[in-house]
Antibody, heavy 120, light 108 residues
Framework: EVQLVESGGGLVQPGGSLKLSCAASGFVFSGSALHWVRQASGKGLEWVGRIETKSNNYATSYTPSVEGRFTVFRDESKNTAYLQMNSLKIEDTAVYYC???????????WGQGTLVIVSS | EIVLTQSPGTLSLSPGERATLSCRASQSISSRYLAWYQQKVGQAPRLLIYGASSRATGIPDRFSGGGSGTDFTLTIGRLEPEDFAVYYCQQYGSSPLTFGGGTKVEIK
């Protein structure tokens, strides 16, 4: 069974940093691209970014609103993906989901999410 | 960036009725790279449809997807009580990937 478990959320001040983790199990981690999707309270889904596999040179891409502030990376030895968030803004407040790409579909499996609150 | 517009915003129907949800793209989506997700209150979304018309694993056949180019639809043949939820479309043919704003299917 595929499992994606996010952690690292919490309260952070504007301008601060936070690193989210996504611990994966139940599939061949090295063979799957991973994505981050967020959802502000009562709002819709927003794709944040992704990291490809080693065979695709660990390529990354991001939505424009986080480009230059957020970085997605992965540690194959720990079967874990990360989302490093810097220069956080109030509008980054959301539940952040980690998703596994399968069959070319970006979000075949989802984690349960971790809540990030950016507030002073 | 491809903008996806979902309509209607809310659909009020009774169990047993047929639901038709629309997703319109601001430009053509290549190779039908269009997915649909269902989200229930307090839960993570789950994949229903990919490639515009293929059902994901374990999805009942009352869910069907169609369309191409800029116009896509999700049809729920006969609504079951567990189908009342919010539905999102997503295009994954070009970066940045984008979602529609969602359609809430509520009990009438």
């Amino acid at each position: 069974e595929v499992q994606l478990v996010e952690s690292g959320g919490g309260l952070v001040q504007p301008g601060g940093s936070l690193k989210l983790s996504c611990a994966a199990s139940g599939f061949v981690f090295s063979g799957s691209a991973l994505h981050w999707v967020r959802q502000a309270s009562g709002k819709g889904l927003e794709w944040v970014g992704r990291i490809e596999t080693k065979s695709n040179n660990y390529a990354t891409s991001y939505t424009p609103s986080v480009e230059g502030r957020f970085t997605v990376f992965r540690d194959e030895s720990k079967n874990t993906a990360y989302l490093q968030m810097n220069s956080l803004k109030i509008e980054d407040t959301a539940v952040y989901y980690c998703t596994r790409q399968g069959g070319g579909v970006p979000s075949w499996d989802w984690g349960q999410g971790t809540l990030v609150i950016v507030s002073s | 960036e491809i903008v996806l517009t979902q309509s209607p915003g809310t659909l009020s129907l009774s169990p047993g009725e047929r639901a038709t949800l629309s997703c319109r793209a601001s430009q053509s989506i290549s190779s039908r790279y269009l997915a649909w997700y269902q989200q229930k209150v307090g839960q993570a979304p789950r994949l229903l449809i990919y490639g515009a018309s293929s059902r994901a694993t374990g999805i009942p056949d009352r869910f069907s997807g169609g369309g191409s180019g800029t116009d896509f639809t999700l049809t729920i043949g006969r609504l079951e009580p567990e189908d009342f939820a919010v539905y999102y479309c997503q295009q994954y043919g070009s970066s940045p990937l984008t979602f529609g704003g969602g359609t809430k299917v509520e009990i009438k």
